[in-house]
């Protein structure tokens, strides 16, 4: 049973004391795009994809709790631009060269980027020069590719308890760090731990595994991002 | 000098607690005694507070005033304020680099001096100015660089190059400033002369319950521009659950234009710490933080000597005014150059001895704020106002001003008038009242609110300054007639792209990306479609940043593209009529490959 209702688009959505409108909507099978959350961590509130209007008010709905009656609107013409403009800041900003990053396919911005409609940012690329950081034997950071959504940061602190990534600098000058001077391979972290599965994309990757799956066959080829949920609401008969 | 580093950060450590909360002093103390905080020192650092080193690497490289690399011995910071712009600081700038022999960001060979600009510091109705080390420099002319860099030479202490010092409290020992305050105005709430006491026996008599109603009575509301109802947010603490809560005042204005606290803090630091006091009572907070900005770490000592007194007339710590259990202290938190540390919660994070982003919300600070308990963050004015209405009535205090903005309000003017300084005035006057004031009636512009707040024309000067109308946290920049309206416009976005502090994607990306095509417009390379791509990129990151920073970084160009079009539209290229992009220049876009080939196309 539920401790409440409100609604998304006009949609009645049951929800619980606690949960988040993301969560909530989860649950009713309602996707709302999102980069830098992860199941099992706490949100972030990085990448502005999630937001919403809450009563007219724009929030992240990964951030926001639900509450009794709340009027929440999600899949308007507006918000829809907002979302793409936000992802295509995420691909100027850095440099995702998706045809030849062994995360395609599999990578959640990419796979956004589909699912919004993007061709092509409007907006000019930064091309910034960034690092990469392959110090470490089986885990490499591609700071060319990092969208810094810190799940990786959350994931270090949060589930491994080892505090490997931090953001360093301000800014647009923001970059994701590592806890010793000399790179990734200085630090305690071993690729089974969730920092170096969580990224969304090809910036923190395991190595020696990257074409195991074939290009084609992988998780967003086969059905767009968001379709695992989507599917919970088909599957109610309430849902439309 | 390995052992000296240890020893300097054990004790820097240890004087702290070894507590990582305190970390923005331990940062600061240490780059203090070895100049800047190494790697190594990161380690040492990281293992007394029993920390990690990419936390404090994230912390040392989040503040403009912390350094991981070694600079000069000083660091002469000039402001790269819009104001400063207008009185030729490019010319001050390029002075000190002729004179150093180094260009902005470099040392000079010797290591004795750096050169850097920074933002708004807070003295922008005596500019150009710089901050020396600690000590801000007034009024400085491209021709007194040359001394100024002798001075500091020769005798290696910045205190040196105060010659005259400032009126009032600037001329104390403990302050010694040639910073003026420059008050053009004094109204009856915060100029006016107070006896310190009065307001706390006041606040004593009646119950915290009904010190917040006299505050709700009087219908105050924040003075750092958003106004939200000061009662309300005290009552919301008050009964917040827990024993331990806190009060911080926010004294880190960073807002361009704006240097009201700082003659607050100059003038009338009683009256401030009054309203400390006073509030902390209110919601139940035995403990307060100054959050004073790094940029005012001048004013420090003397802050600390007047905390001292009040203790020592039990106007501060336990049993104030002789009553049981009204307890409340003060600590001073410095800040290190951060603008985002003015938005509450990344004030409270810094506080936290964290990078300054802010939080989001809800859980509003007064639910869990400071450390996660119960925190009220409030305005330095608004402190001062409320002890004001504790001492003389909330009936008195209501009947100042207008309506929804009860009281009088600090303006810091600056810009082109003739009289700039601080002005307390009643809410409710009209920007053209206003100008006639300061002396600046003809004016093609006021930036009401700074680069945050919104940028007005001639038409809209019958416009009442107010919550009701035109709220303003009390930047007032007067903009003249000869002045390009873009310059401005760019000058406040290479602010924002600065100070942002990049944890959410529309404004560390967004505000770089609005620069850009400001810049192209600005450099006569304009579209008639850029006016609606910028109109578009400033919706979204208004409306998807995370807090208020982003939320209204764009206004620069968003406002001045809604009220100075035709400035815009006055530098676009026309549309061309074979159809190719105006913009793109072919014999630019090959020159690259004609130098390498070593000739030109065929064709082209």
Known sequence: MSDFTFTIDGVEVPANKGQTILEAADAAGIYIPRLCWARDLAPGGHCRVCTVLVNGRPQSACTHPAGPKMVVEHDTPEIRAWRKNVVEMLFVEGNHY??????????????????????????????????????????????????????????????????????????????????????????????????????????????????????????????????????????????? | ?????????????????KDRTRMMDIVREVQARLGHVSGAAMDLIAREVK????????????????????????????????????????????????????????????????????????????????????????????????????????????????????????????VHSMVINNIRKRGDVIFAPFESGSAIRNAAAVSPAEVIRSVKTARLRGRGGAGFPAGMKGEFARNAAGDRKFLLCNADEGEPGTFKDRVILTEAPD????????????????????????????????????????RAKKLLGKGIAGKAGFDFDVRIQLGAGAYICGEESGLIRSCEGLRGSPRDRPPFPVERGYLDLPTVVNNVETLCCAAR???????????????????????SVSGDCRRPGVYELPFGLTVAEFLKEVGGDDAQAVQVGGPSGTCIDRGQFGRKLGFEDLPTGGSMIVIGPQRDILDVAAAFMEFFVEESCGW?????????????????????????????????????????????????????????????????????????????????????????????????????
């Open chain 1, 98 to 240: 998706c045809m030849f990053c062994e995360k395609s396919g599999n990578c959640e911005l990419q796979a956004m980027g589909y699912r919004l409609g993007i061709t092509t940012p409007k907006y000019p690329y930064m091309f910034p020069q960034r690092a990469v950081d392959a110090t470490h034997p089986d885990v490499m950071v591609d700071h060319n590719r990092c969208i810094a959504c810190g799940r990786c940061v959350r994931a270090s602190r949060d589930l491994d308890g080892k505090n490997v990534f931090q953001f360093v600098q301000r800014g647009h000058h923001v970059r994701v760090a590592v806890n010793a001077e000399g790179g990734l391979g200085r630090t305690n972290l071993s690729a089974a731990d969730k920092a170096a599965q969580l990224c969304p994309v090809g910036a923190i990757l395991v190595k020696r595994v990257g074409y195991a799956v074939p290009v084609g066959r992988r998780l967003y080829d086969v059905k767009p991002i968001g379709s695992d949920i989507e599917a919970k609401r088909a599957a109610t008969p309430s849902g439309k």
């Open chain 2, 1 to 17: 000098m390995a052992e000296n580093l240890e020893k300097v950060i054990q004790e820097v450590t240890a004087r702290y607690g």
């Open chain 2, 51 to 174: 920390s990690h080193r990419v936390e404090v690497e994230g912390v040392v490289t989040f503040y403009a005033f912390y350094t991981d690399r070694p600079k000069g011995r000083h660091v002469i910071r000039v402001t790269d304020c819009v104001t400063a712009r207008m009185r030729h600081v490019d010319e001050v700038v390029a002075a000190f680099e002729k004179e150093l022999g180094i260009r902005v960001g470099e040392t000079t060979p010797d290591g004795q001096i750096t050169l850097e600009r920074t933002s708004c510091i807070g003295l922008c109705d005596q500019g150009p100015a710089a901050l020396i080390d600690d000590v801000p420099v007034t009024y400085i002319s491209s021709d007194k660089v040359k001394s100024l860099v002798r001075v500091l030479r020769e005798t290696g202490d910045a205190k040196k190059l105060v010659k005259t010092l400032g009126e009032g409290n600037n001329a104390l020992d403990l």
């Open chain 2, 271 to 310: 009256l401030l710490f009054e309203g400390m006091a006073v509030a902390g009572y209110a919601i139940g907070a035995t403990e307060g933080i100054l959050y004073l900005r790094g940029e005012y770490a001048y004013l420090r000592p003397y802050l600390e000597h007047v905390l001292e007194q009040r």
């Open chain 2, 389 to 411: 209405v504790l001492e003389k009535g909330a009936a008195w205090f209501a009947q100042i001003g207008s309506e929804q903005s009860s009281g009088t309000k600090l303006f």
């Open chain 2, 504 to 604: 959410c994607a529309p404004c560390r990306i967004g505000n770089v990306l609005i620069r850009e095509r400001l810049e192209r417009i600005r450099a006569g390379k304009g579209l008639p479609e850029d006016l609606t791509y910028l109109e578009e990129l400033c919706t979204t990151v208004k409306k998807t940043s995370r807090c208020g920073l982003g939320q209204t970084s764009p206004n620069p160009v968003a406002t001045t593209l809604q009220n100075f079009r035709k400035a815009y539209e006055a530098k676009l290229l026309p549309a061309r009529q074979d159809g190719r992009q105006p913009t793109f220049d072919l014999r630019a876009a090959l020159s690259e490959a004609v130098r390498v080939q070593g000739r030109e196309p065929v064709a082209h």
